[in-house]
């Protein structure tokens, strides 16, 4: 695989891994939502931006409840999961007009999983033009548009679409 410079992912290849669960951490840091880049929160699950992402406007859905499978979750949880899963895909369309999204779950590290104990939905948005989802995962993305831009657009868009519902 070819290496492309991505700048944004190097402080996560290098920096210190933090200690413990980060999903975990931010849920529980709810009084952090903006610098933890959390965009919307339900009551089993909530939504964040991920900050290495493999295409701007990359989100993630996780439960609350560190579990590492589907069939650990009980159906509200699921139900959350899937909720704002609906609502990334209008707000992402809203702010980004996406032409297609790849929506999955990565479970093991086999399959791809970066935090393997704590399973979570990735909402990538995809744009004609863009590279292949293989290639995204193989870290070669380049962001045109600054992380915290893409925030403060997506969660304009989270309170408009939230207000509309
Ligand atoms: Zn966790």
């Not at 931006?49 to 159906?75: K, Q, R, W």
């Not at 863009?130 to 304009?156: F, G, K």
Request: hydrophobic residues 40%.
């Amino acid at each position: 695989m070819q290496t492309i410079w991505a700048p944004w992912r190097i402080t996560y290849i290098l920096g210190e891994k933090e200690q413990g669960c980060f999903l975990c951490q931010k849920a529980r840091q709810v009084e952090h939502d903006e610098e933890n880049f959390v965009l919307c929160r339900k009551t089993h699950a909530f939504v964040l931006m991920n900050v290495y992402p493999y295409n701007n406007g990359h989100l993630m859905i996780a439960p609350y409840a560190h579990v590492s499978s589907l069939t650990e979750l009980h159906h509200d949880q699921l139900e959350d999961m899937f909720r704002l899963a609906q609502l990334c895909e209008s707000v992402l369309t809203l702010v980004m007009q996406p032409e297609g999204f790849n929506i999955g779950i990565n479970l093991g590290k086999v399959a791809g999983a970066g935090v393997e104990d704590h399973l979570h939905l990735h909402i990538v948005p995809r744009w004609n033009g863009d590279t292949n989802y293989m290639t995204t995962i193989a870290d070669t993305r380049i962001i045109p548009q600054q992380l915290e831009e893409t925030c403060e657009l997506l969660r304009s868009g989270f309170l408009l679409e939230q207000k509309e519902r």
